[in-house]
């Protein structure tokens, strides 16, 4: 497997490497100059002589400066690791990264151009060095700049550096991308250093999770520049088993830093500041999350147009009413303008967002849409609570840190409670991130005009009925037993369907469904000009029509691969229901093509082996290093899968093998159930698989291995269509 240089968190490098320039001097001169007291360490510990590689020494660093309006952020990654077999050895032998770049920070960073430089050289086991001449080795393939080693060899240390330097404007308060990674990684690390500068006016918010060291203070030579530093050794390698959250459990470190320039902004930032710059913040109380918030969630928004999609019209719901409310607003204020985004991208029209008026409200973000809807809440005298919760893959609300880790949802005080979050193209109401789901939050409420009130909160969670898929499977054989005929009737609800829906549904699917429910104008209707008009239809027919294609394609090939035949022929596809107006409802779609029926189907003598149980698509085959797991489970949500396959029996044919298409295992963590049966000439299995909860402890693993074993084995299984 070839590497991508990235760095730390998947910040993707370039490199704008001028030959023996003042920054590329200084930045082989920080890792690898007179003052490198890893350069000749070779040696690894015997205990870890049989890893695929080892980290020497890692040095990760960040450092924060400012100039008047200009800051500049320079952050960078040395690795020494030895290599002691062909995986890592082929895992390090090329290179990739994109060569330039442009800030995307700060008010004017359009304008700002940044430089990395990276150094890469290879130390043989005689002690021999060669340092690779990164600019003129490099080539530029698709836009990529690669870097090929092509004299590694099992044995070598490769020692290499990433050096981002990146220069911006700002005059107001900015928060850099927040940072959090586990400590360790997939190879050992002998040695590591973590390491920040900054100076006034940056402000950190750090913290040490589950055992990992903490970050000290290094003194300096001025007091306005601080020097902060994280050391470890002897870091084992992580391993990341499915359904596991490293935050959650393994030695871990979160900071964000953030750049305020004076009283003023420091009290407009988004954040959790500390209260001084000198200051590293390590928690957040509720009262600092009451007082972030106490003033920018306060009702406000112009909601003219849904007191118009109300009038004359009574409830006696309030529920109902507030879930009109909640899709007619992701109408009005998002999914009409979808039209214009698709026009503007495939420049059929420049500029079309003018045909909607003057300044339409388009609700881009979580305090807008809060802010909008608690208006309509609060002139409806409709009580509610503001929610503030955290993921779960993030650790609980107790450790909250980073104001970017907050999802805010609405909770409305009906006789039944409901939750509204910020609203994409086919949310729901009621939905939120399944991250949160169950998770202790924060409830704030206001007495008088601004919030001033927080209380402890737990928010409800699914279970495994609420999230379904569910198929309808009907498969016949063709006369001369040489193709299969499908048809497959697709549902999907709860979190089950989220994917579903953007991935199966054209704008134009729920756009058009919308207009016809809100009879609003489309863009189309919009447009007065008549010649104008008429081109951009037949300009957007066309995209249509285009985006169809592709769609097609890429949903024969996905049913080619879940129901394991070659080449899937005369494929038909159509929706039957979208779903998009309530969780519990299903989003269902239709499936139809025929195929060569050479993986399914056998031929042994006069009669016809059928491996049934593949219809039920691929399940999980666990390794043997899976089932010796030692970490809890963590699951995004609870869930089940459906499916009834009625296969027609041929004339003439008998089924036989149905014994062992009976199975049921059942235990507190899921199960799996499937029945099989002959109803005239037809053969009907059902089976059910569950999910039962978002988390297990370890201790519970093995019964989870028992039903997930089972359905694997049900895959395996085959029924002879014999002769009569």
């Known amino acids: 497997m070839k590497i991508k240089l990235l760095l730390v968190l998947a910040l993707a490098y370039s490199s704008v490497m001028m030959a023996q320039s003042k ?16 350069k000749d360490k070779n040696d690894i510990p015997d205990k870890w002589k049989n890893e695929s590689a080892v980290v020497i020494y890692k040095n990760e660093n960040y450092d924060f400066h400012k100039f008047g309006k200009n800051v500049t952020y320079t952050s960078s990654v040395r690795k020494r690791i030895k290599l002691l077999d062909k995986a890592s050895v082929e895992e390090f032998s090329e290179f990739t990264y994109t060569k330039r770049f442009r800030s995307n920070k700060g008010r004017y960073s359009w304008r700002e151009k940044g430089n990395n430089f990276v150094g890469i050289k290879i130390v043989k086991p005689d002690g021999t060095e060669t340092e690779l001449d990164v600019e003129n080795e490099a080539v530029e393939v ?114 964000q830093v953030y750049f305020a320039r004076s009283g ?15 200051i590293i913040k390590k928690s957040v109380s509720k009262e600092e999350v009451l007082n972030l918030y106490d003033t920018r969630f306060k009702p406000d928004g112009d909601i003219g147009d ?46 079309p967002f003018m045909y909607y008026g003057i300044n339409p409200v388009f609700i881009q973000n979580q305090k807008q849409f809060i802010r909008h809807f608690t208006e309509f809440l609060k002139r409806e005298k409709i009580d509610y609570e503001i929610v503030i919760a955290k993921k779960r893959f993030d650790g609980g609300i107790e450790d909250l840190l980073i104001e970017k880790n907050i999802n805010v949802l609405v909770k409305v005080l009906t006789p039944n409670p409901m939750y509204a979050a910020f609203f994409g193209v086919h949310t729901s109401i009621d939905e939120y991130s399944a991250q949160i789901e169950g998770t202790d939050a924060y409830l704030l409420s206001a007495t008088k005009s601004k919030i001033d009130v927080i209380k402890d909160g737990k928010l409800p969670a699914s279970n495994h009925n609420d999230n379904e898929t569910k198929k309808n499977i009907e498969v016949s054989l063709n006369e001369d037993f040489s193709k299969m005929n499908f048809k497959v009737v697709n549902s999907f609800k709860g979190f089950e369907k989220e994917a579903q829906l953007s991935e199966r549904l054209l704008y134009s699917d729920y756009v058009n469904e919308d207009y016809e429910k809100y009879e609003t104008e489309s863009l189309l209707d919009l447009i007065k000009n008549k010649k104008e ?64 029926n050479d993986n399914l189907v056998k031929k042994a003598g006069p009669n016809y082996i059928v491996e049934i149980g593949k219809l039920i698509g691929g399940q999980i085959d666990l390794t043997e290093k899976e089932r010796k797991r030692t ?23 008998s089924v036989s093998g149905l014994d062992k298409l009976n199975k049921s295992v059942d235990n507190s963590t899921g199960s799996f159930k499937s029945t099989a049966t002959v109803e005239g000439d037809e053969l009907v299995i059902n ?16 019964l989870m291995i028992a039903f997930l074993d089972e359905a694997n084995q049900f895959t395996n299984e085959k029924i002879l269509l014999k002769k009569e």
């Open 264 to 278: 003023t902004f420091e009290d407009r930032a988004m954040a959790f500041l500390p209260e001084k710059e000198d």
């Open 142 to 255: 698709d836009g990529e700049t690669k870097v090929a080693i092509s004299n590694l060899e099992v044995g070598d240390i490769i020692d290499y550096y990433f050096y981002r330097l990146e220069p911006f404007k700002s005059t107001y308060a900015f928060g850099f991308d927040p940072v959090e990674v586990s400590l360790g990684e997939e190879y050992p690390i002998m040695d590591f250093k973590l390491f920040f500068e900054t100076e006034n006016d940056f402000f950190i918010n750090f913290n040490s999770y589950n055992g990992a060291p903490e970050l000290k203070q290094v003194e300096t030579e001025k007091r306005s520049i601080r020097r902060y530093e994280l050391i470890a050794s002897d870091i084992p390698k992580n391993e990341y088993p499915r359904w596991f959250y490293p935050l959650v459990e393994l030695p871990s470190y979160k900071f």
């Open 23 to 38: 920054e590329e001097l200084a930045a082989k001169e920080f890792f690898w100059g007179a003052n490198d007291s890893y």
């Open 687 to 702: 089976t059910s698989k569950k999910y039962k909860h978002n988390y297990e402890p370890n201790k519970n693993w093995p």
């Open 533 to 596: 008009k008429a081109r951009f239809k037949k300009e957007m027919d066309a995209l249509n029509e285009k985006l169809h294609e592709k769609q097609l394609e890429r949903f024969k090939n996905n049913a080619q691969s879940e129901y394991n035949v070659k080449e899937a022929e005369d494929y038909s596809y159509s929706i039957d229901a979208t779903g998009r107006y309530g969780l519990e409802t299903y989003f269902t779609f239709t499936e139809s093509f025929n195929a060569q």
């Open 631 to 653: 970490e809890n489970i963590y699951m995004d949500y609870p869930r089940s899968y459906n499916y009834e396959i009625r296969f027609s029996i041929p004339k003439g044919y």
């Open 306 to 351: 849904i007191k118009d999609f109300f009038k004359g019209k009574d409830y006696t719901s309030k529920e109902k009413k507030v879930a009109d409310a909640y899709y007619y607003m992701r109408h009005y204020y998002l999914t009409r303008f979808i039209e214009a985004f698709y026009a503007q991208e495939a420049k059929i029209s420049y500029n």
